[in-house]
């Protein structure tokens, strides 16, 4: 329930107290710690380079920016280009600034565009009209700022939303669900596309492939709305599609099919318009508890799989998705959720798969009343050290982008000081493949500048810095780390061997050029 959390916290934090529990780039000039001395197994000759795996230097860092009801960004509607362009370079600074890699941006909150589309008309979080112009193609814009301060771009689609509003009379005239009024059902005070019928999944999976063949998104990402979430408005009416679609199957059955099945198209459809392009989902953080299935978390929250069917554990073991970033939003020590019994359940998941897990955390309830763990700085924190001791733990996402400008607590800088003091690498999933570019050609320092020719096909460059003997293996794991940069350029004050590899887009990376800097005087 992320877009909504804002708006729906005291009834969601109810509905958890009652067992149902809703959860809901580094820059150039970043000047880290001094470096830190190798233990005596990283000083062996090259070749033999054991890495600390208490340093990855490959960890996926990034925060979710929502435009649904203007969360995130636009700060409101009817705002000025220049305006909302300096709102969203803002957001992008302050997350280079924390030495982040990713950002998740919300391009369809609810079958609607922010960015220019024949399929679906403008999003209304742009103007405050559904339909209208704004004028200009935000999505070039979003997708260009993220890559020159070296974030990827993931495009973050709503797939069954069709509208905030029931009545369609409201809607534009070209809006699908007004053109195809039998596609939906209204559900509460909402209205959605209806999971069950081949035509919504055929025009959900053309509207994420038009973005991926027009743009230059790093990846598609879907949050956790599938089904409706329960108690939002009583029965969810897809009984016609049911008796047409069912051929005999369970309800619940049928249901969790379609989502999967769409699942399965989405990916299929991005992956061959473009390889590169990673997808994947952030669900629910409880797949199943225990009680349902001994296969299950030792939790007593809400289950995906029985109440919006949503069947991450089948998306895992199916291969149909890159990355699974489960909504942890609970502390450790909540008693339905536990946040110390979800990471090891989720691991253990995607534990011998090519699926990678990130951690999506609830940045948005630090320093709230929720309970009473977010009122402690060190909460957020403790989530991070205890992800440390599972090896498929890839990475945390952080919801969302406001607040990560207000840093409730003082907590971003907590979180920078202890676990981003360096810049990291985007984890390599192997099915996306890539190509390492080759090694950076004519390094040299001149003075504190060292510059290199670039390299055919690299997206950016990794720079570390040792000293003596560290220089040997100091690509070898995060500790030497010093920046990631766009250019072949880094300007730096101190002396010491510099070690530069290029990385194509997905961080695929070349054999390293060293060059040594002396005292500066």
Known sequence: MRTARPLLAAAALAVVATGAAYAYGPRADARPEAAEPLSKA???????????????????????????????????????????????????????ARRFNAVFVQVRPASDALYRSSLEPWSQYLTGTPGKDPGWDPLPFLIEEAHKRGLEFHAWFNPYRAAYDAKTSKLPASHPARVNPGWTVKYGDRLYYNPGLPEVRRHVTKVITDVVQRYDVDGVHFDDYFYPY???????????????????????????G?????????????????????????????????????SGSATSGMSAYDSIYADARHWIKAGSVDYVMPQLY????????????????WANEVKGTDVDLYIGQALYRVG????????????LPAHLALNKGHKQVDGDVYFSAKQMLSNPLGVMDRLTATHYKRPALLPLIKPRGG???????????????????????????????????????????????????????YTTAEPGTYVVTALDRLHNESKPAKVKVSEQR
């Open 42 to 96: 990283a000083l062996k000759p090259v070749g033999t380079c054991v890495p600390d795996p208490k340093h990855p230097k490959r960890q996926l860092r990034g925060v979710w920016i929502a435009t649904v009801k203007n969360i995130d960004w636009p700060s409101r509607t009817g705002l000025s280009q220049a305006r909302q362009q300096a709102e969203y370079v803002k957001l992008l600074d302050a997350a280079a």
């Open 330 to 345: 609970w502390p450790r020590g909540f008693k339905a959720a536990d946040y110390r019994v979800l990471v090891p359940w």
């Open 435 to 489: 190509t390492a570019p080759a090694k950076p050609a004519g390094l040299q320092a001149a003075g504190a500048v060292l510059r290199w020719t670039a390299s055919a096909g690299a997206r950016g460059y990794a720079v570390y810095r040792a000293a003596g003997a560290d220089a040997a293996c100091a690509d070898t794991d995060g500790r030497r780390l010093v920046a990631v940069v766009s250019s072949p350029t």
């Open 258 to 294: 379609n989502v999967n099945t769409l699942v399965a198209e989405v990916n299929e459809a991005v992956h061959k318009t473009k390889a590169h392009v990673k997808f994947g989902i952030s669900p629910f953080g409880i797949w199943r508890n225990k009680a349902q299935d001994p």
């Open 230 to 256: 329960p108690g939002e408005g009583g029965r969810f009416d897809d009984s016609a599609a049911f008796a047409k679609y069912g051929k005999g199957k369970k309800l619940a059955d049928w249901r969790r």
């Open 368 to 379: 709230t009343r929720d309970d009473k763990a977010w009122t402690k700085v060190g909460e």
